[in-house]
């Protein structure tokens, strides 16, 4: 399973990047915003950082709008791939800029049908919407399933990237169902550390440890 982070929090990406944790990174505006950077500067920074995919955000809602903004994002670094929303827009922008040699990534998927769409129109990573859907009552996870058994009844070979990552358990429920990719926020990262019997276990050792009186090394 591929890790990308889901932020333009670049202290935080170098800390999982040192730790060999980070195959990509997503941003979106909002990201943007709250990082408080200039778009350009940031986001070279972050791909001089890591190796691997690093999605930047068209803004533009008009196609060949997208595919100005799209060529200028990919001029920051190779490894960006160029974000476009799943509008019938931005499926024309994904189709110019796949056939032109860019990884796109298609974003705010929210149904099967929108992913096939966005498979046919060359796309390199599907981002299905995962917390955006619980949110409104549905099962997020449905649709990385149907995604998932689509994809592989035709052999496309789109990335399904499970965006909208909340929870530990979206990151496990993902994994189990085989999303090639997913995307969460660091803190979500960090917490899958987290286990309440692996501190209940630490705390015993600490106690037993302190009762023997002793030291490691001299
Ligand atoms: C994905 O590329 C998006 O940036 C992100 O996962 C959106 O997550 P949110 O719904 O928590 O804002």
Redesign the pocket.
């Known amino acids: 399973m591929k890790f990308f982070v ?1 932020t333009a929090d670049v202290d935080a990406i170098r800390e999982l990047n040192e730790l060999g944790m980070v195959d990509g990174v ?1 941003t ?1 505006p ?2 943007i915003l709250k990082s408080g950077r200039d778009i350009t500067e940031v986001t070279r920074e972050i791909c001089e950082m890591v190796d691997g995919p690093v ?1 930047a955000e068209v803004v533009a809602e008009k196609a060949d709008d997208m595919i100005r903004e799209g060529k200028l994002l990919a001029e920051i670094a190779e490894n960006i791939a160029i974000k476009v929303p799943l509008t019938w827009d931005g499926l024309k922008a994904c189709r110019a800029l796949s056939d032109d040699g860019h990884m796109v990534n298609v ?1 705010l998927c929210f149904s099967a049908a929108q992913a096939i769409l966005a498979a046919k129109a060359g796309a390199t990573f599907i ?1 299905p ?1 995962i ?2 859907l619980d949110d409104i009552h549905l099962d997020g996870m449905d649709l990385i399933e149907d995604i998932r058994t689509i994809y592989d009844n035709y052999g496309y070979e789109t990335q399904i990237l499970a ?4 929870s530990v358990n979206h990151i496990i429920e993902s994994g189990r169902i085989g999303a090639d990719v997913i ?1 969460a926020p660091p803190a979500v990262i960090k917490a899958m550390a987290g286990h309440p019997l692996t501190d209940k276990g630490l705390a015993q050792f600490n106690a037993d440890w302190a009762k023997t009186g002793q030291k490691i090394g001299k």
């Open positions: 889901d997503t979106n909002s990201l999605s974003t981002s919407f917390g955006r965006a909208s990552i909340r995307t």
